[in-house]
Nanobody, 113 residues
Framework: QVQVVESGGGLVQPGGSLRLSCTAS??????MVWYRQAPEKQRELVAG???????NYVDSVKGRFTISRDNAKNTVYLQMNSLKPEDTAVYYC?????????WGQGTQVTVSS
């Protein structure tokens, strides 16, 4: 049974940092992705990383967010620096096998003074 569990969200002031973690179990995942969804907005891809370490980012987070992966632990991290109020959203982890993709329950990130 596949499980995807996120952690690390919270409230942070503008300019601050947070690190999100996502652990996926029950299969081998070729691609792990962070998405986010702000109120009344569509879910958007934030950052992704393949099993061999190739990464991609949405333009709005380049230079501020870093995605990394520990394959031995099937865990992906999202280091978020220089956070802005517009980064406020529920962040979801998506873990993909060749045939399917699996979602976590989401973790709230709120950037506010």
């Amino acid at each position: 049974q596949v499980q995807v569990v996120e952690s690390g969200g919270g409230l942070v002031q503008p300019g601050g940092s947070l690190r999100l973690s996502c652990t996926a179990s029950g299969s081998s995942f070729i691609y792990m992705v962070w998405y986010r969804q702000a109120p009344e907005k569509q879910r958007e891809l934030v950052a992704g990383i393949t099993s061999d370490g190739s990464t991609n980012y949405v333009d709005s987070v380049k230079g501020r967010f870093t995605i990394s992966r520990d394959n031995a632990k099937n865990t992906v991290y999202l280091q978020m620096n220089s956070l802005k109020p517009e980064d406020t959203a529920v962040y979801y982890c998506n873990a993909r096998t060749i045939l399917r993709n699996f979602w976590g329950q989401g973790t709230q990130v709120t950037v506010s003074s």
